[in-house]
T-cell receptor, first 113, second 118 residues
Framework: KAGVTQTPRYLIKTRGQQVTLSCSPI?????VSWYQQTPGQGLQFLFEYFSETQRNKGNFPGRFSGRQFSNSRSEMNVSTLELGDSALYLCASSFLQASNEQFFGPGTRLTVL | AQKVTQAQTEISVVEKEDVTLDCVYE???????LFWYKQPPSGELVFLIR??????QNEISGRYSWNFQKSTSSFNFTITASQVVDSAVYFC???????????????FGKGTKLSVKP
């Protein structure tokens, strides 16, 4: 069974631009969560989607948004990029809700110049 | 508020030594889940274990063992006879119970970087 895949793996953008990251969950998994990892703040929860609905949202500004498609694939978008958005963005999928094991993808390394 | 504390920022051991990674958590929920993840240099988080708050049995999986104590709000992780391949950052995480369908976001500790030297 293929794991969680994320594209692209690396991305370089400049301040003010926007970016879209993609995540394909493990086949059969319906829940997708996104996390941001930075050296200063560590791993922080962004949002969770289940059956195309946002179920939970972390404490991030509205520039961070996401969506989930009917095939459970998910995208997250960051608009008006800031230097502080440079981070590793990790996507995780799980079979159901209820705090099942979350399986993580390799992440997208975003650098904002 | 929920919080996970991993007081050890970095630990360095020599191969074959035993090492324990500490994790202390805070939550007001009576039902919650605790996790350990490993993050090797490649960056991908690897799931190690999940424990629910009603199961205080210790668990052993090969060289790995976990000690869950609700009385001290701790969920410590021990690696016996460490190996160089165990070198990674280890994260402890906490999640609320499932309310309203949400899987509950993971609250991570800051991580402990383990270096195992040959």
């Amino acid at each position: 069974k293929a794991g969680v895949t994320q594209t692209p793996r690396y991305l370089i953008k400049t301040r003010g631009q926007q970016v879209t990251l993609s995540c394909s969950p493990i086949s059969g998994h319906r829940s997708v969560s996104w996390y941001q990892q930075t050296p200063g703040q560590g791993l922080q929860f962004l949002f969770e989607y289940f059956s195309e609905t946002q179920r939970n949202k972390g404490n991030f500004p509205g520039r961070f948004s996401g969506r989930q498609f009917s095939n459970s694939r998910s995208e997250m978008n960051v608009s008006t990029l800031e230097l502080g958005d440079s981070a590793l963005y990790l996507c995780a999928s799980s079979f159901l809700q209820a705090s099942n094991e979350q399986f993580f993808g390799p992440g997208t390394r975003l650098t904002v110049l | 508020a929920q919080k996970v504390t991993q007081a050890q920022t970095e630990i360095s051991v020599v191969e074959k030594e035993d090492v324990t990674l500490d994790c202390v958590y805070e939550t007001r929920d009576t039902t919650y889940y605790l996790f350990w993840y490993k993050q090797p240099p490649s960056g991908e988080l690897v799931f190690l274990i999940r424990r629910n708050s009603f199961d205080e049995q210790n668990e052993i999986s090969g060289r790995y063992s976990w000690n869950f104590q609700k009385s001290t709000s701790s969920f410590n992780f021990t690696i016996t006879a460490s190996q160089v391949v165990d070198s990674a950052v280890y994260f402890c995480a906490l999640s609320e119970a499932n309310y309203g369908g949400s899987q509950g976001n993971l609250i991570f500790g800051k991580g402990t970087k383990l270096s195992v030297k040959p």
